[in-house]
């Protein structure tokens, strides 16, 4: 009943930044958790971070102090933003939604959008 719309990949040179996007749009009751994952060739898939509807949020060591997850309930749309950015950070990103239509509880992954850094 959700579907999950990313935006905002793209070639990088080491330093620059990024800034994802994905917006969820469809039947809920509501919204809850809503993350960003990644994974590069060859590598299992990462946890990047994920934030909470009431905005608390975690981050992968990885990226901490980097990275910078955010949302906006009014448009239904999970944001990653990604400064200092470097070769190892290459990968595919996707967000993960979870949503609650009634009692039910359900989760969906965007497609991904590629994210690459390099010179």
């Known amino acids: 009943q959700v579907q999950l719309a990313e935006s905002g990949g793209g070639l990088v040179q080491p330093g620059g930044s990024l800034r994802l996007s994905c917006a969820a749009s469809g039947t809920f009751f509501a919204i809850n958790d809503m993350g960003w994952n990644r994974q590069a060739p060859g590598k299992e898939r990462e946890f990047v971070a994920v934030i909470s509807s009431g905005g608390s949020t975690t981050y992968a060591d990885s990226v901490k102090g980097r990275f910078t997850i955010s949302r906006d309930n009014t448009k239904n749309t999970v944001y990653l933003q990604m400064n200092s950015l470097e070769p190892e950070d290459t990968a595919v990103y996707s967000c993960?939604?979870?949503?609650?239509?009634?009692?039910?509880?359900?989760?969906?992954w965007g497609q991904g959008t590629q994210v690459t850094v390099s010179s």
């Open positions: 993960d939604v979870h949503y609650s239509d009634g009692d039910v509880r359900y989760e969906v």
